[in-house]
């Protein structure tokens, strides 16, 4: 049975910087697609960033410049690195990763104080 499981949220202040990780149990044969979702407080869930099997990285606006995700297939780990975090990113992150199915991890609380 696959399982993500999100890591590395918390408490910073604006300008800081963290780095997510989502560690995936299990074996998923046939990824097409990697990516970091976000939710706020009363918003919809938003692609953040998303990567291809091929390497090819997609980015919200709002984000490009200051997130970068990257994988390690052998440890089977997906990473969001967020630098010059704004209160705007506060929100719940999840991993998602997509074959024929999509797996989604519960997520990981990001809160961004100004």
């Known amino acids: 049975q696959v399982q993500l499981v999100e890591s590395g949220g918390g408490l910073v202040e604006a300008g800081g910087s963290l780095r997510l990780s989502c560690a995936a149990s299990?074996?998923?044969?046939?990824?097409?697609?990697r990516g970091w979702y976000r939710q706020a407080p009363g918003k919809q869930r938003e692609l953040v960033a998303s990567?291809?099997?091929?390497?090819?990285?997609n980015y919200a606006d709002s984000v490009k410049d200051r997130f970068t995700i990257s994988r390690d297939v052998a440890r089977k780990m997906l990473y969001l690195q967020m630098n010059n975090l704004k209160p705007e990113d506060t929100a719940v992150y999840y991993c998602?990763?997509?074959?024929?199915?999509?797996?989604w991890g519960k997520g990981t609380l990001v809160t961004v104080s100004s």
């Open positions: 998602r990763i997509s074959n024929r199915y999509d797996y």
């Open positions: 299990g074996s998923i044969l046939g990824v097409n697609t």
């Open positions: 990567l291809t099997s091929g390497g090819s990285t």
